[in-house]
Protein backbone atom coordinates (compact mmCIF):
# COMPACT_ATOMS: atom_id res chain seq x y z
CA UNK A 1 0.00 0.00 0.00
CA UNK A 2 1.09 3.41 -0.80
CA UNK A 3 0.89 6.36 1.16
CA UNK A 4 -0.46 9.33 -0.25
CA UNK A 5 -0.50 12.57 2.07
CA UNK A 6 -2.89 15.53 1.23
CA UNK A 7 -1.76 18.90 2.53
CA UNK A 8 -5.16 21.52 2.40
CA UNK A 9 -5.84 24.91 3.99
CA UNK A 10 -2.32 26.53 4.46
CA UNK A 11 -0.57 29.44 3.10
CA UNK A 12 1.03 28.42 -0.18
CA UNK A 13 4.46 28.83 1.70
CA UNK A 14 3.77 26.64 3.96
CA UNK A 15 2.36 24.03 2.26
CA UNK A 16 5.53 24.05 0.19
CA UNK A 17 7.38 23.40 3.81
CA UNK A 18 5.27 20.67 4.53
CA UNK A 19 5.51 18.82 1.35
CA UNK A 20 9.97 19.42 1.79
CA UNK A 21 9.53 17.78 5.24
CA UNK A 22 7.04 14.74 4.15
CA UNK A 23 8.46 13.96 1.14
CA UNK A 24 10.94 11.40 2.34
CA UNK A 25 8.16 9.84 4.05
CA UNK A 26 5.08 9.89 1.14
CA UNK A 27 4.81 8.22 -2.06
CA UNK A 28 2.48 10.70 -3.09
CA UNK A 29 1.89 14.59 -1.66
CA UNK A 30 -1.27 15.81 -2.47
CA UNK A 31 -1.77 19.92 -3.10
CA UNK A 32 -5.28 19.38 -2.24
CA UNK A 33 -8.41 21.05 -3.77
CA UNK A 34 -7.69 24.28 -1.27
CA UNK A 35 -4.55 24.75 -2.45
CA UNK A 36 -5.54 24.68 -6.10
CA UNK A 37 -8.45 26.73 -5.63
CA UNK A 38 -6.86 29.06 -3.83
CA UNK A 39 -3.24 29.51 -5.71
CA UNK A 40 -4.14 27.86 -9.20
CA UNK A 41 -2.64 24.69 -10.70
CA UNK A 42 0.10 27.53 -11.91
CA UNK A 43 1.47 26.54 -8.54
CA UNK A 44 2.36 23.12 -8.95
CA UNK A 45 5.27 23.60 -10.38
CA UNK A 46 6.80 25.36 -7.13
CA UNK A 47 5.42 22.72 -5.32
CA UNK A 48 7.04 19.76 -7.26
CA UNK A 49 10.51 21.12 -7.01
CA UNK A 50 9.51 20.97 -3.37
CA UNK A 51 8.88 16.96 -3.56
CA UNK A 52 11.69 16.30 -5.90
CA UNK A 53 10.95 12.37 -6.52
CA UNK A 54 7.96 12.06 -4.23
CA UNK A 55 5.09 12.09 -7.02
CA UNK A 56 2.99 15.05 -6.96
CA UNK A 57 -1.20 14.88 -7.20
CA UNK A 58 -3.18 17.84 -7.79
CA UNK A 59 -6.88 17.34 -6.52
CA UNK A 60 -8.14 19.27 -9.00
CA UNK A 61 -11.36 17.90 -8.73
CA UNK A 62 -12.08 18.07 -12.34
CA UNK A 63 -15.62 17.74 -13.54
CA UNK A 64 -16.05 19.81 -17.29
CA UNK A 65 -13.41 20.58 -19.59
CA UNK A 66 -11.45 17.31 -18.73
CA UNK A 67 -8.41 18.28 -21.69
CA UNK A 68 -8.05 21.55 -20.84
CA UNK A 69 -7.35 21.31 -17.04
CA UNK A 70 -5.32 18.02 -17.27
CA UNK A 71 -3.20 19.65 -19.69
CA UNK A 72 -2.92 22.56 -16.96
CA UNK A 73 -2.28 20.19 -14.39
CA UNK A 74 0.63 18.31 -16.25
CA UNK A 75 2.15 20.54 -18.11
CA UNK A 76 2.47 22.53 -14.40
CA UNK A 77 4.10 19.77 -12.58
CA UNK A 78 1.80 17.13 -11.25
CA UNK A 79 2.39 13.51 -12.10
CA UNK A 80 -1.30 12.89 -10.96
CA UNK A 81 -4.48 14.32 -11.04
CA UNK A 82 -8.14 13.74 -10.22
CA UNK A 83 -11.62 13.88 -12.04
CA UNK A 84 -14.60 13.64 -10.60
CA UNK A 85 -16.84 9.92 -11.09
CA UNK A 86 -19.66 12.46 -10.92
CA UNK A 87 -18.56 14.58 -14.66
CA UNK A 88 -20.34 13.05 -17.78
CA UNK A 89 -18.30 10.04 -19.47
CA UNK A 90 -16.97 12.42 -22.11
CA UNK A 91 -15.12 14.50 -19.72
CA UNK A 92 -13.71 11.14 -17.87
CA UNK A 93 -13.18 10.14 -21.08
CA UNK A 94 -10.80 13.33 -22.31
CA UNK A 95 -9.10 13.58 -18.72
CA UNK A 96 -8.31 9.89 -19.42
CA UNK A 97 -6.85 10.53 -22.82
CA UNK A 98 -4.49 13.64 -21.57
CA UNK A 99 -3.14 11.27 -19.01
CA UNK A 100 -2.68 8.50 -21.68
CA UNK A 101 -0.93 11.00 -23.57
CA UNK A 102 1.44 12.39 -20.65
CA UNK A 103 2.22 9.02 -19.53
CA UNK A 104 0.78 10.00 -16.39
CA UNK A 105 -1.56 8.83 -14.06
CA UNK A 106 -5.67 10.21 -13.54
CA UNK A 107 -7.21 9.22 -9.99
CA UNK A 108 -11.39 9.44 -10.37
CA UNK A 109 -12.68 10.62 -7.28
CA UNK A 110 -15.73 8.76 -6.61
CA UNK A 111 -17.36 11.08 -4.34
CA UNK A 112 -21.15 11.24 -4.27
CA UNK A 113 -21.65 8.15 -6.77
CA UNK A 114 -24.10 6.07 -6.87
CA UNK A 115 -23.38 2.57 -7.67
CA UNK A 116 -25.11 2.57 -11.22
CA UNK A 117 -22.60 5.76 -11.94
CA UNK A 118 -19.86 3.69 -11.03
CA UNK A 119 -20.59 1.14 -13.29
CA UNK A 120 -20.65 3.58 -16.22
CA UNK A 121 -17.16 4.67 -15.27
CA UNK A 122 -15.29 1.45 -15.15
CA UNK A 123 -13.91 1.28 -18.52
CA UNK A 124 -10.48 2.91 -17.58
CA UNK A 125 -7.95 0.54 -16.72
CA UNK A 126 -4.81 2.73 -16.02
CA UNK A 127 -7.43 4.61 -13.57
CA UNK A 128 -7.06 4.69 -9.91
CA UNK A 129 -10.91 4.89 -8.32
CA UNK A 130 -10.90 6.68 -5.17
CA UNK A 131 -13.18 5.61 -2.58
CA UNK A 132 -14.04 9.07 -0.83
CA UNK A 133 -16.31 10.13 2.27
CA UNK A 134 -16.66 13.94 1.95
CA UNK A 135 -15.13 16.40 4.37
CA UNK A 136 -18.38 17.90 5.09
CA UNK A 137 -19.65 14.10 5.88
CA UNK A 138 -17.18 13.31 8.02
CA UNK A 139 -15.00 10.38 8.48
CA UNK A 140 -15.45 7.27 7.09
CA UNK A 141 -16.47 4.55 9.95
CA UNK A 142 -14.86 1.74 8.02
CA UNK A 143 -12.86 2.24 5.41
CA UNK A 144 -11.60 -1.23 5.00
CA UNK A 145 -15.26 -2.63 5.12
CA UNK A 146 -16.14 -0.21 2.21
CA UNK A 147 -12.93 -1.51 0.09
CA UNK A 148 -13.89 -4.80 0.23
CA UNK A 149 -17.72 -3.63 -0.86
CA UNK A 150 -16.47 -2.19 -3.61
CA UNK A 151 -13.86 -4.59 -4.60
CA UNK A 152 -17.04 -7.03 -4.69
CA UNK A 153 -19.15 -4.82 -6.45
CA UNK A 154 -16.89 -4.02 -8.87
CA UNK A 155 -14.05 -7.08 -9.05
CA UNK A 156 -12.68 -5.87 -12.54
CA UNK A 157 -11.50 -2.67 -10.92
CA UNK A 158 -7.84 -2.85 -10.22
CA UNK A 159 -6.56 0.15 -8.58
CA UNK A 160 -8.18 1.58 -5.57
CA UNK A 161 -7.71 4.29 -3.19
CA UNK A 162 -9.50 5.85 -0.19
CA UNK A 163 -9.75 8.66 1.24
CA UNK A 164 -11.67 10.20 4.33
CA UNK A 165 -10.95 10.79 7.66
CA UNK A 166 -8.29 7.93 7.67
CA UNK A 167 -6.16 7.89 11.05
CA UNK A 168 -3.63 5.11 12.20
CA UNK A 169 -6.51 2.16 13.48
CA UNK A 170 -8.14 2.35 10.68
CA UNK A 171 -4.83 2.28 8.12
CA UNK A 172 -4.15 -0.44 9.67
CA UNK A 173 -7.02 -2.45 9.51
CA UNK A 174 -6.92 -1.20 5.44
CA UNK A 175 -4.57 -4.70 4.76
CA UNK A 176 -7.41 -7.10 4.74
CA UNK A 177 -8.58 -5.36 1.38
CA UNK A 178 -5.39 -3.83 0.34
CA UNK A 179 -6.16 -0.67 -1.64
CA UNK A 180 -3.41 0.76 -3.65
CA UNK A 181 -3.00 4.22 -2.10
CA UNK A 182 -4.19 5.32 1.34
CA UNK A 183 -5.02 8.98 1.74
CA UNK A 184 -4.36 10.12 5.01
CA UNK A 185 -5.07 13.98 5.40
CA UNK A 186 -5.19 16.36 9.08
CA UNK A 187 -4.59 13.31 10.62
CA UNK A 188 -0.45 13.96 9.85
CA UNK A 189 -0.77 17.60 9.14
CA UNK A 190 -2.44 19.05 11.96
CA UNK A 191 -0.49 16.48 14.28
CA UNK A 192 1.85 18.33 16.45
CA UNK A 193 4.94 16.62 14.91
CA UNK A 194 3.65 15.76 10.91
CA UNK A 195 6.85 13.79 10.55
CA UNK A 196 6.60 11.48 13.56
CA UNK A 197 2.90 10.44 12.47
CA UNK A 198 3.39 10.09 9.06
CA UNK A 199 6.05 7.42 9.73
CA UNK A 200 3.18 6.02 12.10
CA UNK A 201 1.33 5.35 9.09
CA UNK A 202 4.01 3.95 7.38
CA UNK A 203 4.90 1.23 9.83
CA UNK A 204 1.67 0.47 10.89
CA UNK A 205 0.91 0.21 6.50
CA UNK A 206 4.00 -1.93 6.15
CA UNK A 207 3.41 -4.12 9.41
CA UNK A 208 0.12 -4.98 7.97
CA UNK A 209 1.15 -5.89 4.98
CA UNK A 210 3.80 -8.41 6.49
CA UNK A 211 1.36 -9.85 8.94
CA UNK A 212 -1.42 -10.31 5.72
CA UNK A 213 1.36 -12.02 3.71
CA UNK B 1 -33.40 38.46 -18.09
CA UNK B 2 -30.06 39.36 -16.87
CA UNK B 3 -26.81 38.55 -18.86
CA UNK B 4 -23.84 36.75 -17.61
CA UNK B 5 -20.37 37.05 -19.42
CA UNK B 6 -18.26 34.24 -19.13
CA UNK B 7 -14.62 34.53 -19.23
CA UNK B 8 -12.37 30.99 -19.89
CA UNK B 9 -8.93 29.71 -21.17
CA UNK B 10 -7.24 32.99 -21.36
CA UNK B 11 -3.99 34.68 -19.26
CA UNK B 12 -5.24 36.41 -16.17
CA UNK B 13 -4.23 39.93 -17.65
CA UNK B 14 -6.40 39.08 -20.79
CA UNK B 15 -8.95 38.39 -18.38
CA UNK B 16 -9.35 41.21 -16.79
CA UNK B 17 -8.80 44.02 -19.80
CA UNK B 18 -11.86 41.75 -21.40
CA UNK B 19 -13.98 41.74 -18.05
CA UNK B 20 -13.54 45.61 -17.93
CA UNK B 21 -14.10 46.30 -21.68
CA UNK B 22 -17.43 44.14 -20.97
CA UNK B 23 -18.33 45.22 -17.97
CA UNK B 24 -20.98 48.15 -19.18
CA UNK B 25 -23.13 45.52 -20.93
CA UNK B 26 -23.23 42.74 -18.48
CA UNK B 27 -25.11 42.10 -15.39
CA UNK B 28 -23.08 39.86 -14.32
CA UNK B 29 -19.27 38.74 -15.48
CA UNK B 30 -17.70 35.47 -14.62
CA UNK B 31 -13.89 34.35 -13.68
CA UNK B 32 -14.84 30.89 -15.63
CA UNK B 33 -13.65 27.54 -14.00
CA UNK B 34 -10.39 27.72 -16.20
CA UNK B 35 -9.55 31.20 -14.70
CA UNK B 36 -10.26 29.96 -11.06
CA UNK B 37 -8.21 26.61 -11.70
CA UNK B 38 -5.33 28.35 -12.98
CA UNK B 39 -5.03 31.52 -11.17
CA UNK B 40 -6.71 30.52 -7.75
CA UNK B 41 -9.34 32.69 -6.14
CA UNK B 42 -6.69 34.56 -4.35
CA UNK B 43 -6.86 36.24 -7.97
CA UNK B 44 -10.86 37.23 -8.01
CA UNK B 45 -9.89 40.46 -5.73
CA UNK B 46 -8.18 42.15 -8.89
CA UNK B 47 -10.86 41.04 -11.63
CA UNK B 48 -13.65 42.58 -9.06
CA UNK B 49 -11.67 45.62 -9.12
CA UNK B 50 -11.90 45.72 -13.25
CA UNK B 51 -15.98 45.29 -13.01
CA UNK B 52 -16.40 47.79 -10.81
CA UNK B 53 -20.44 47.99 -9.80
CA UNK B 54 -21.13 44.94 -11.87
CA UNK B 55 -21.39 42.06 -10.22
CA UNK B 56 -18.51 38.92 -9.80
CA UNK B 57 -19.24 35.46 -10.03
CA UNK B 58 -16.52 32.96 -9.32
CA UNK B 59 -17.07 29.85 -11.17
CA UNK B 60 -15.38 27.81 -8.59
CA UNK B 61 -17.63 24.52 -8.57
CA UNK B 62 -17.43 23.63 -5.09
CA UNK B 63 -18.24 19.42 -4.38
CA UNK B 64 -16.59 19.24 -0.51
CA UNK B 65 -15.31 21.83 1.90
CA UNK B 66 -18.32 24.15 0.95
CA UNK B 67 -17.60 26.60 3.70
CA UNK B 68 -13.67 26.60 3.41
CA UNK B 69 -14.24 27.49 -0.37
CA UNK B 70 -17.27 30.21 0.25
CA UNK B 71 -15.66 32.00 2.49
CA UNK B 72 -12.23 31.74 0.37
CA UNK B 73 -14.67 33.19 -2.44
CA UNK B 74 -16.28 36.26 -0.73
CA UNK B 75 -13.40 37.49 0.97
CA UNK B 76 -11.39 37.26 -2.41
CA UNK B 77 -14.22 39.68 -3.98
CA UNK B 78 -17.12 37.10 -5.36
CA UNK B 79 -20.59 38.33 -5.62
CA UNK B 80 -21.61 34.95 -6.62
CA UNK B 81 -20.24 31.75 -6.13
CA UNK B 82 -21.20 28.06 -7.92
CA UNK B 83 -21.40 25.16 -5.85
CA UNK B 84 -21.93 21.63 -7.78
CA UNK B 85 -25.23 20.10 -7.49
CA UNK B 86 -23.68 17.19 -7.92
CA UNK B 87 -22.29 17.59 -3.94
CA UNK B 88 -23.19 16.38 -1.30
CA UNK B 89 -26.65 17.99 0.47
CA UNK B 90 -24.29 18.73 3.72
CA UNK B 91 -22.17 20.95 1.28
CA UNK B 92 -24.65 22.96 -0.49
CA UNK B 93 -26.17 23.68 3.12
CA UNK B 94 -22.67 24.44 4.22
CA UNK B 95 -22.17 27.10 1.19
CA UNK B 96 -25.96 28.47 1.73
CA UNK B 97 -24.90 29.17 5.27
CA UNK B 98 -21.95 31.19 4.37
CA UNK B 99 -23.39 33.01 1.49
CA UNK B 100 -27.01 33.70 3.73
CA UNK B 101 -24.02 35.22 6.45
CA UNK B 102 -21.99 37.33 4.04
CA UNK B 103 -25.42 38.33 2.06
CA UNK B 104 -24.37 37.17 -0.99
CA UNK B 105 -25.88 34.58 -3.80
CA UNK B 106 -24.85 30.81 -4.36
CA UNK B 107 -25.69 29.36 -8.01
CA UNK B 108 -26.39 25.43 -7.58
CA UNK B 109 -24.71 24.18 -11.30
CA UNK B 110 -27.06 21.02 -11.92
CA UNK B 111 -24.53 19.69 -14.02
CA UNK B 112 -25.02 15.65 -14.46
CA UNK B 113 -27.79 15.91 -11.80
CA UNK B 114 -30.75 13.46 -12.29
CA UNK B 115 -33.93 14.75 -11.45
CA UNK B 116 -34.08 12.76 -8.23
CA UNK B 117 -31.00 14.35 -7.06
CA UNK B 118 -32.76 17.69 -8.07
CA UNK B 119 -35.45 16.87 -5.86
CA UNK B 120 -33.00 16.70 -2.92
CA UNK B 121 -31.60 19.29 -2.91
CA UNK B 122 -34.59 22.43 -4.17
CA UNK B 123 -34.76 23.40 -0.35
CA UNK B 124 -32.37 26.42 -0.75
CA UNK B 125 -35.04 29.53 -1.54
CA UNK B 126 -32.33 32.13 -2.19
CA UNK B 127 -29.78 29.74 -4.18
CA UNK B 128 -30.41 30.03 -8.64
CA UNK B 129 -30.03 26.98 -9.80
CA UNK B 130 -28.06 26.52 -12.93
CA UNK B 131 -29.54 24.07 -15.95
CA UNK B 132 -25.96 23.56 -17.20
CA UNK B 133 -24.75 21.28 -20.58
CA UNK B 134 -20.67 20.57 -20.46
CA UNK B 135 -18.38 22.24 -22.39
CA UNK B 136 -17.49 18.63 -23.03
CA UNK B 137 -20.85 17.34 -24.58
CA UNK B 138 -21.53 20.27 -26.55
CA UNK B 139 -24.22 23.16 -26.94
CA UNK B 140 -27.70 22.75 -25.52
CA UNK B 141 -29.95 22.04 -28.54
CA UNK B 142 -33.30 23.90 -27.12
CA UNK B 143 -32.27 25.76 -24.18
CA UNK B 144 -35.80 27.59 -23.89
CA UNK B 145 -37.12 23.98 -23.64
CA UNK B 146 -35.14 22.63 -21.07
CA UNK B 147 -35.76 25.72 -19.17
CA UNK B 148 -39.70 25.21 -19.57
CA UNK B 149 -39.22 21.47 -18.78
CA UNK B 150 -37.53 21.81 -15.92
CA UNK B 151 -40.03 24.75 -14.77
CA UNK B 152 -42.85 22.39 -14.88
CA UNK B 153 -40.50 19.60 -13.13
CA UNK B 154 -39.60 21.72 -10.42
CA UNK B 155 -42.24 24.64 -9.51
CA UNK B 156 -40.65 25.55 -6.56
CA UNK B 157 -37.47 26.83 -7.59
CA UNK B 158 -38.02 30.37 -8.81
CA UNK B 159 -34.50 31.71 -9.72
CA UNK B 160 -32.94 29.90 -13.05
CA UNK B 161 -29.85 30.58 -14.90
CA UNK B 162 -29.11 28.37 -18.47
CA UNK B 163 -25.42 28.06 -19.50
CA UNK B 164 -24.25 25.74 -22.50
CA UNK B 165 -23.36 26.78 -25.74
CA UNK B 166 -26.17 29.85 -26.18
CA UNK B 167 -26.22 31.58 -29.06
CA UNK B 168 -28.04 35.24 -30.44
CA UNK B 169 -30.60 32.78 -31.49
CA UNK B 170 -31.17 30.23 -28.54
CA UNK B 171 -30.97 33.50 -26.34
CA UNK B 172 -33.94 35.27 -28.41
CA UNK B 173 -35.98 32.11 -27.94
CA UNK B 174 -35.94 32.22 -23.88
CA UNK B 175 -38.10 35.09 -23.27
CA UNK B 176 -40.70 32.30 -23.14
CA UNK B 177 -39.48 30.46 -20.41
CA UNK B 178 -37.64 34.17 -18.74
CA UNK B 179 -35.18 32.18 -16.98
CA UNK B 180 -33.31 35.21 -14.52
CA UNK B 181 -30.00 34.26 -16.18
CA UNK B 182 -28.61 33.45 -19.37
CA UNK B 183 -24.79 32.55 -19.15
CA UNK B 184 -23.29 32.95 -22.56
CA UNK B 185 -19.07 32.40 -22.61
CA UNK B 186 -17.57 31.62 -25.93
CA UNK B 187 -20.93 33.21 -28.35
CA UNK B 188 -19.25 36.60 -26.90
CA UNK B 189 -15.54 35.89 -25.92
CA UNK B 190 -14.57 34.46 -29.15
CA UNK B 191 -16.44 36.60 -31.08
CA UNK B 192 -14.24 38.64 -33.50
CA UNK B 193 -15.92 42.12 -31.44
CA UNK B 194 -16.68 40.73 -28.25
CA UNK B 195 -18.68 44.14 -27.26
CA UNK B 196 -20.77 44.48 -29.94
CA UNK B 197 -21.67 40.85 -29.72
CA UNK B 198 -22.59 41.54 -25.97
CA UNK B 199 -24.68 44.52 -27.02
CA UNK B 200 -26.27 42.02 -29.48
CA UNK B 201 -27.16 39.91 -27.15
CA UNK B 202 -28.90 42.27 -24.70
CA UNK B 203 -30.72 43.52 -27.88
CA UNK B 204 -32.13 40.00 -28.38
CA UNK B 205 -32.97 39.28 -24.52
CA UNK B 206 -34.40 43.11 -24.48
CA UNK B 207 -36.59 43.05 -27.21
CA UNK B 208 -37.88 39.35 -26.90
CA UNK B 209 -38.58 40.20 -23.01
CA UNK B 210 -41.07 43.63 -24.67
CA UNK B 211 -42.70 41.29 -26.78
CA UNK B 212 -43.43 38.65 -24.19
CA UNK B 213 -44.87 41.69 -21.43
Known amino acids: ???????????????????????????????????????????????????????????????????????????????????????????????????????????????ECTPKKVEEIIQFPNAIYCLHTSVDQGATADPNGDVLTFKKAFPSVKRIAIAGGINLTTAAALSASAPEIVIVGSGITKAEDPIQVAKQFRKVMEEQCKFSM
Do not use: W
Not at 48 to 70: M, P, R
Not at 83 to 106: D, H, L, N, Q
Open 1 to 111: MKLQIAIDRVPLTKARALMKQLAPFADILEAGTSLIKDYGVTALGDLKEAVSDTQLLGDIKTIDEGAYEFRQGYRHGADLLTVMGASSVETIRKCYEVAEEYGKEMMIDLL
